[in-house]
């Protein structure tokens, strides 16, 4: 009915309309190619009759119809083959028509998407990200310096402080005493001669002990300080 009023059948129906075309004609053809085979199978049987009864002329006779049957049998099978392949060849026109529909679609979508993307719009917009981020980096280093120039020194002193006051505190020292000098031994004081009779140099154990506590102390504020 649509070619009737002139209008073109779309591609997917012609392909329809000649599968089905094709499949009718194999069926036909494996129909008459049963028929054959029966009537040779008649043959068969007719001939080995005749050849008994001594029949020689309905033998051949009968002979020549079984080689053209067998002939034709051959030549269904032929043009079954060739129907066959005919079918698998508008399935693979089939196939690439589909496959030339989806890639048309693909296409068409991308183009539209391409089409909606502003390309000069999308290098403003990171150029302005990236000059922001650069503003705002700076910011944060500006605020960090100003807030570490006001407010840091005095928190590291307050800080050591309390740090040296604990260390003292546990050796026994505060900040009100005067830390003890290393001994000399075998040498006067350094103000000269006292007028009171001359100090006997303490015994060696006493400013071993001395000088290890003060090497302590030296080595904690040493590993405060680093």
Same mark, same amino acid.
């Given at each position: ?12 129906? *012609?392909?329809? +309309? ?11 053809l494996d129909r008459e190619k049963m028929a054959l085979e029966r009537e040779e199978k008649r043959l068969t049987i007719? /001939? ?12 051949? @006779?009968?002979?020549? %119809? ?6 034709? *049998?051959?030549?269904? /099978? ?38 909606? *993307?502003?390309?000069?719009? @999308? ?18 280093? /500006? ?5 570490? %120039? ?7 002193? %307050?800080?050591?402080?309390? @740090? ?53 102390? +030296? ?8």
């Amino acid at each position: 009915m649509g070619n009737a009023f002139g209008k073109k059948k779309p591609l997917k129906e *012609v392909l329809r +309309e000649n599968k089905r075309m094709i499949n009718r004609a194999v069926r036909e053809l494996d129909r008459e190619k049963m028929a054959l085979e029966r009537e040779e199978k008649r043959l068969t049987i007719e /001939i080995k009759k005749a050849a008994k009864e001594q029949q020689m002329q309905s033998v051949k @006779i009968m002979a020549k %119809d079984l080689v053209r049957t067998r002939q034709y *049998v051959t030549k269904f /099978i032929e043009m079954r083959s060739h129907l066959q392949g005919c079918a698998l060849k508008l399935q693979t026109v089939k196939s690439h028509q589909a496959m030339a529909d989806a890639m048309a679609s693909t296409a068409k979508a991308m183009f539209q998407m391409n089409k909606a *993307v502003d390309v000069p719009a @999308i290098n403003k917009m990171m150029a302005d990200f990236e000059r922001e981020n650069a503003k705002t980096e700076m910011m944060q280093e /500006i605020m960090g310096d100003a807030i570490d %120039d006001a407010l840091g020194d005095d928190a590291n002193e %307050d800080e050591e402080d309390r @740090i040296v006051s604990q260390v003292l505190d546990e050796i026994g020292i505060s900040f009100g005493e005067e830390i003890p000098d290393a001994p000399m031994l075998g040498t006067p004081s350094a103000t000269g001669v006292s007028d009171g009779p001359q100090r006997v140099p303490e015994a060696a154990g006493g400013g071993a002990t001395e000088d290890s506590a003060l090497s302590d102390l +030296e080595a904690r504020l040493n590993n405060l300080k680093r």
